[in-house]
């Protein structure tokens, strides 16, 4: 007798939170960590900067890289661990297909009154990544608001699949150095994106989005996982854009499903 009993292996999205990611770029999904994950990952950024005294806590690229890399940054294999989480790969996986790659994670965590600033930029501009895809996945780590540097974004921004034009701006209140050129966008459009810790967004490789400096005297951390579809080809040929990366040695992890591409390298780096 065939059993009726459903059994749910997969923590999807709800169709209308995958419709708000094709139409606005970007969702926060009903979905919380558990306390337990969370203050692991807490702990983890504590000694992730102690570990990086020399580095800006909003520059920790390769955060799940354990050891220190040619970008200057050692990194914890809690992150890594992370990045694996089943459940955050169910919902990456509603957008972006089931053969997943991992190839980047980036630690902002803004300090408390000095913070620096996320220029307004689209984060396709950044990456060796063809053809361009990449969903994001942006783990709260504090409260995230608007008093303390929260991310905002213009709805939409990604939907002609258009590249807006980037501008180089070396300062050193800046995290990135790739910044959109003025007058391409409404910025009063602009939607925050304000999550409580354990909390996540996910968001696409074409929108346009920044954030502020934290004027505020609340710290203010994410983990951006960055999550490739397998069919495409990370090109550690193309040269990163900013003056932190290096993507030549870049470790990349298949996570999901398999090489559709059939030219991903998971040797270099490792
Ligand atoms: O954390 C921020 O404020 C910016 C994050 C960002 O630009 C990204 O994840 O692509």
């Avoid at 959109?180 to 925050?192: V, W």
């Avoid at 609340?218 to 290096?246: H, K, N, V």
Wanted: glycine letters at 6%; proline letters at 6%; a neutral charge.
């Amino acid at each position: 007798m065939k059993s009726t009993k459903q059994i749910k292996t997969k923590n999807s999205l709800t169709l209308s939170e995958v419709e708000t990611y094709r139409e606005e770029g970007l969702v926060i999904p009903k979905f919380r960590l558990p306390t337990n994950i969370l203050t692991n990952l807490q702990n983890a950024l504590e000694e992730l900067i102690r570990n990086n005294p020399g580095v800006r806590p909003e520059k920790l690229i390769s955060a799940h890289v354990d050891k220190t890399t040619n970008e200057g940054v050692k990194g914890s294999s809690t992150f890594l661990q992370f990045a694996g989480y089943k459940e955050i790969l169910d919902m990456v996986e509603d957008l972006i297909g089931s053969d997943i790659i991992l190839w980047g994670c980036h630690m902002f965590c803004k300090t408390s009154g000095d913070g620096l600033e996320v220029p307004w930029h689209q984060d396709g501009h950044y990456w060796p990544i063809r053809p361009l895809a990449t969903c994001t996945a942006w783990v709260a780590l504090d409260f995230s608001t608007p008093e303390n540097g929260a991310m905002r974004y213009i709805p939409a921004s990604h939907k002609s699949h258009t590249h807006f034009t980037h501008y180089t701006d070396n300062s050193n209140r800046l995290v990135l150095n790739q910044a959109l050129m003025p007058g391409q966008i409404d910025e009063s459009l602009a939607k925050p994106v304000i999550l409580e810790p354990g909390q996540i967004s996910l968001h696409d490789v074409y929108l346009v989005h920044g954030s502020p400096a934290n004027r505020s005297d609340q710290r203010r951390a994410g983990l951006a996982i960055r999550y490739m579809p397998a069919t495409s080809y990370f090109d550690r040929e193309i040269p990163a854009m900013d003056q932190i990366a290096d993507f030549s040695k870049r470790p990349i992890w298949l996570l999901r499903g398999s090489d559709r591409s059939g030219r991903n390298d998971f040797q270099i780096g490792h």
